[in-house]
């Protein structure tokens, strides 16, 4: 039996009903695994789904944060296609960079001969020394890794410069703890073939994806709604951990049980009427990027090979480009192109707020880039939107494990229980699940990791079967 270290005890609960603060994926999956008859979700938006959900937009299907699937999770992979009725799409993928004006294909470094000269030649000395006689030094950051890994120059020309772009802070400012497999290591053989004029290598982590047919990415978990109490528009404002009660920006109120929370942790401490100073400043040192996603329509088909591409030059907005069409050709009306830019920004590189500015400037590079024609742009025939999302990519920087370290421990007061793995940036899915307490967190934002929506989807099952009452 656990003991709470806390002096007053709890009320008395009916410990089978469990409340879920948040309807993204995390909590409907929640909800879902658990069989939905004992929970209730709350959630701030006027419609469920979170980041992966999906929208309609002037007639174009449009995710609200351009999604794949490419899980490789058995169970997962089975559930998605389940809940479309296997009417999905897959395919193997092609993605490209642009830099300084030349399109190299991805992974660059499994594809040297398109770096221009003289930087592909030194790239190339680098990279295949550094592979041939590999470094036994432990890396001291993410900056550190790049240049054992691949050596000075191509680190600092490539990777380090999308991590400005895309991680909005230097690599020097990261930990390794999240790499994973995201960042391939080529041998000799693969460098060398690489050099070789019109090679290509399909070396990313991600190779062939799986996307719903129609009703865009949303589509693979919204079954996950079907049955649930979700309760749309309640805001939680204020949570007392001892008293167990949520207060809504409406101003009503919830007592609850057992809370599972999958809305952003720096919200949820800030919201708790217990949070101490030293709790809160824990909560300020975790570090997340903002998205802004610009959508531009416009009436052609698109040119430029690919689903999607990486944009390295420092002196663009766009970091990220994906074309709707090309994940499932429904998406979009016949003859029209959707590209879906992501232009971020954190505490390292502030938001300057003058969102519609940015969505022209950024239509501008799609024209000089060639995914708009020019003459629909000159012509007024290009449709724009954009949206904001506060938190996108949890930002591996050095303070994150002590942060999260003082945040659990503080909430392990008031009923939750501390995982094996709640310091590390991802899960391992093959271990048994440990015992869930009184407040759970759960999904990218809650558990401050790298999670996936396949993480998101079996961090809601494996909850369930914590309790043993997952279906
Ligand atoms: C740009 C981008 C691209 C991505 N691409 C992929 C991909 O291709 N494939 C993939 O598998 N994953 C991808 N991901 C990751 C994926 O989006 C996340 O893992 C997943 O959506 C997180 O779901 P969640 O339920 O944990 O969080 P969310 O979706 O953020 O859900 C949390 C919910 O809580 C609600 N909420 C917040 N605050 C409050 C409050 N105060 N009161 C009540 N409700 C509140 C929010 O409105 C939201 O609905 C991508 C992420 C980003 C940023």
Redesign the pocket.
Known sequence: MRIYGLAAPFPKMNPGHITI???????LSTSFHLGHGNCSI????PV?????GSENFFGFTVDR???????KNAYVKELFAKNVNRDFLEFPVRTRNLYQGTWIEHPAQAHLWQIPQPLRNICADEMIHAAGSPSAETPRNYRHWLELSYGKTFASNFPAAYTRKYWTTDPVNLSVDWLGPRMPKLDVKELQAGLVPETYQNLHYITSIRYPKSGGYQSFFDAFSHNADIHLA???SSIDLVDRNLWFADGSRHQFDRLVS???LP?FVN?CVQVTDEVRQAAADLDCSQ?LIVDIFAPHLQELPGHWFYVYDEDKWATRIHCIERLAPGNTPDGWTGVQV?VYFSKHKPYPGNPSTIAKQVAGEMVEMGFISGDDFAAGRCKFGWRW?P???VIFTHPRRGALEKIWNWLERYGLLRRSDDLDATTDWTREPEPEGLITMA????EWKY??????TLRGRQIALADKLAI
């Open positions: 603060l948040g309807a993204g994926i995390a909590g709350f959630e701030r938006d469920h789904g979170g980041h992966a944060g351009p999604h794949v699937s490419f899980t309640k805001q939680i999958t809305i952003p919200d919201r998205l992501e999302a938190y996108a990519n999904g990218r934002f809650a999670h996936w929506t396949d993480d998101c």
